[in-house]
């Protein structure tokens, strides 16, 4: 599987980015979607996962009710909007997807495969 993020940026806080990404090599209804995030001195961390039929989702506690994550399964994408953002989101996201798990992702998932990254930072 090949996953092909974009959409980083610079932004001021409060503003908002939608981030993309492009899945190909397999099924992509086949698989469950997420997306993590890595800030300089940190570990990765998980942001946001969405299932295979984009039914269920889940956030982290320090983006809910900020971020949205859906995906378009005719298309094989699936984004990332934020809103409202923060200083402290700056990071280098991560696309990743998980052919095998049964559940949606969370805090310490591994997925399968990992996307390039981009960057995204906010300034105050």
């Known amino acids: 599987v090949q996953l092909q993020a974009s959409g980083g940026g610079l932004v001021q806080a409060g503003g908002s980015l939608r981030l993309s990404c492009a899945a190909s090599g397999r099924t992509f209804s086949s698989l469950i979607m997420g997306w993590f995030r890595q800030a300089p001195g940190k570990e990765r961390e998980f942001v946001a996962s969405i299932s295979r039929s984009g039914i269920y989702t889940s956030y982290a506690d320090s983006v809910k009710g900020r971020f949205t994550i859906s995906r378009d399964n005719g298309k094989n994408t699936v984004d990332l909007q934020m809103n409202s953002l923060k200083p402290e989101d700056t990071a280098v996201y991560y696309c990743?997807?998980?052919?095998?798990?049964?559940?949606?992702?969370?805090?310490?998932?591994?997925?399968?495969?990992w996307g390039q990254g981009t960057q995204v930072t906010v300034s105050s």
């Open positions: 990743a997807a998980d052919g095998r798990s049964a559940q949606i992702m969370g805090v310490g998932s591994n997925p399968d495969y």
